[in-house]
């Protein structure tokens, strides 16, 4: 992790910005893919950002917050089914109260 004033948030962004740019509409457009296949693409998209995951937390400076770690995990999911979602065009309640803040939120650099 490159020396940052704050790691811990420079982690995180870069935790979602991985999910953003590896789940693609394209990988979960039901029209073009069966179920089997776009959870096989999500499964890869979580696969790869979980090794840069465990790539980026190692090198996080002296104190490791594992409370914290587990937070990022969870957005991290919680970002990747809203995403599907989204890309999905599912507009059900759940969907708006899992996803709706995440996705709108300032994850694009």
């Given at each position: ?31 073009l893919n ?23 937390s190692a ?44 996705v709108n ?5």
């Open positions: 992790m490159d020396s940052v004033k704050s790691p811990g948030k420079t982690f995180k962004h870069r935790m979602l910005k991985t999910i953003q740019t590896r789940i693609q509409a394209i990988l979960v457009d039901p029209v069966d179920d089997q296949t776009v959870l096989s693409n999500v499964y890869q998209a979580l696969m790869y950002s979980a090794m840069k995951y465990h790539q980026w090198g996080l400076p002296y104190s490791r917050n594992d409370e914290y770690l587990f937070e990022v995990i969870q957005q991290c999911v919680r970002y990747a089914c809203a995403l599907v979602r989204v890309y999905r065009g599912q507009t059900g309640e759940d969907a708006k109260e899992e996803g709706a803040g995440i939120s300032r994850v694009v650099a």
